[in-house]
């Protein structure tokens, strides 16, 4: 049986399977399943498939009408932030957050840990056992936020979800329908927060084709709402320390400090909170607004190359990497996950060459970098000994 078998094309495993098939008996029985049918999979299931019946669930292009979708336009560097104070302001039961790289899971689940948000991470590379540990925390309200991939969300059904944040935009209609449909369910009401950056904005078009309904704009909620609430919360946490505990011993080192050293008793309780924030600051200031429109440029190298990019060396060693204009892919988001996944530079990544389904990229000139995983010599530029099929990795996932 081939599940998922959309995903397992887009991150670079087609070879592997037409070489299981080939490695298997001709009067095998084979199910394959996936959400979306590109053309690659039509020909497999043509070409290794006996008489196939295809059966399609009709599926529904629009999202629930039950969840709210909306977007915030930020700048990358922001999106924490903004994050946070959306979560600040906002009534939230349990989260998804969505990001494109196993690695931005956990670097994100621990920034938010970092802020006091119980988080936690899933990807592909944790356990099963320890995926259903997490998602049964998420469940029972022991973790609020689970920051995942797409690939580790599927399947994941959570009543509680009261909010799905896109912190990374999908490059794909399809991936944001299935991510927006973990909220909204059962009957009970739902949001959906995409963050989009300047250049991103035709995404967003393309989403609100696909599904056919509006997103609706939203705004940061200002310095001053968010000082104001966190305001609130503190002082309400000195009426309830004042009321549950006792006190007596710190009132008594605290006039014996004042007596010592001359200092009023509100500079001795500034003091205090500030040690209690340790090091955190109680308020924040406003961000910087993201520009309206990002003009994106366009390379004219005859491949319909996405820019800004580097051009290709003519003989230089070139990888194959399976996603290209027709998954929206950007040189930024290669780079990225080339360098998150293969645990390289991006300094060590040459010229990138965006293709309509694929990409081309090569090593920067000096010392061999060790190729990244998911990434495919070009036929036209092999090196002696490329990797085997089974060193390739899950590029952009």
């Given at each position: 049986m081939l599940d998922e078998a959309d995903e397992m094309l887009r991150m670079g495993f087609a070879e592997d399977v037409e070489q299981i098939f080939?490695?298997?008996?001709?009067?095998?029985?084979?199910?394959?399943?996936?959400?979306?049918?590109?053309?690659?999979?039509?020909?497999?299931?043509?070409?290794?498939?006996?008489?196939?019946?295809?059966?399609?669930?009709?599926?529904?292009?629009?999202?629930?009408?039950?969840?709210?979708?909306r977007y915030l336009q930020i700048m990358g560097p922001q999106k924490l932030d903004a994050m946070t104070r959306i979560l600040e302001v906002e009534e939230f039961d349990g989260v998804i957050a969505f990001v494109r790289t196993k690695m931005a899971t956990e670097d994100l689940a621990d920034k938010l840990r970092a802020r006091g948000f119980q988080a936690a991470a899933i990807n592909g590379d944790i356990p099963q056992q320890q995926r259903e540990r997490t998602v049964d925390a998420l469940k029972e309200g022991r973790i609020d936020i689970l920051v995942a991939t797409d690939v580790a969300a599927r399947g994941l059904d959570v009543e509680r979800i009261s909010h799905v944040i896109n912190y990374d935009i999908p490059h794909d209609t399809e991936s944001y329908v299935h991510r927006i449909g973990r909220t909204g369910r059962a009957g009970r009401s739902g949001e959906a927060i995409l963050f989009m950056t300047p250049r991103e904005k035709y995404l967003l078009r393309s989403i609100e084709k696909a599904t056919r309904q509006p997103v609706e704009q939203m705004h940061l909620p200002t310095a001053e709402t968010v000082n104001t609430l966190r305001l609130g919360k503190f002082a309400e946490k000195i009426t309830e320390t004042l009321a549950s505990e006792d006190v007596a011993a710190f009132r008594d080192l605290i006039a014996s400090y004042e007596e010592e050293h001359n200092v009023p008793a509100a500079e001795i309780a500034a003091a205090l909170a500030v040690m209690a924030q340790g090091g955190q600051p109680l308020l924040v200031k406003e961000l910087a607004a993201a520009p309206e429109f990002q003009k994106r440029e366009r390379s004219?190298?005859?491949?319909?190359?996405?820019?800004?990019?580097?051009a290709l060396t003519e003989g230089n060693a070139t990888y194959r990497i399976a996603v290209g204009r027709r998954?929206?892919?950007?040189?930024?988001?290669?780079?990225?996950?080339?360098?998150?996944?293969?645990?390289?530079?991006?300094?060590?990544?040459?010229?990138?060459?965006?293709?309509?389904?694929?990409?081309?990229?090569?090593?920067?000139?000096?010392?061999?970098?060790?190729?990244?995983?998911?990434?495919?010599?070009?036929?036209?530029?092999?090196?002696?000994?490329?990797?085997?099929?089974?060193?390739?990795?899950?590029?952009?996932?």
């Open positions: 080939q490695q298997t008996p001709e009067d095998r029985q084979v199910a394959l399943f996936s959400a979306t049918m590109p053309s690659q999979i039509r020909r497999m299931s043509k070409q290794y498939l006996n008489n196939p019946a295809e059966v399609q669930v009709k599926s529904k292009t629009t999202t629930g009408a039950n969840t709210r979708q004219k190298d005859g491949f319909g190359s996405r820019g800004p990019t580097r998954q929206r892919v950007m040189p930024g988001s290669i780079v990225g996950a080339i360098a998150n996944e293969g645990g390289i530079s991006s300094a060590q990544i040459g010229g990138i060459d965006i293709r309509s389904d694929h990409s081309l990229v090569e090593p920067a000139r000096g010392p061999e970098p060790r190729s990244a995983e998911g990434a495919v010599p070009h036929p036209d530029r092999r090196r002696a000994d490329p990797p085997r099929a089974g060193q390739r990795a899950q590029a952009l996932r």
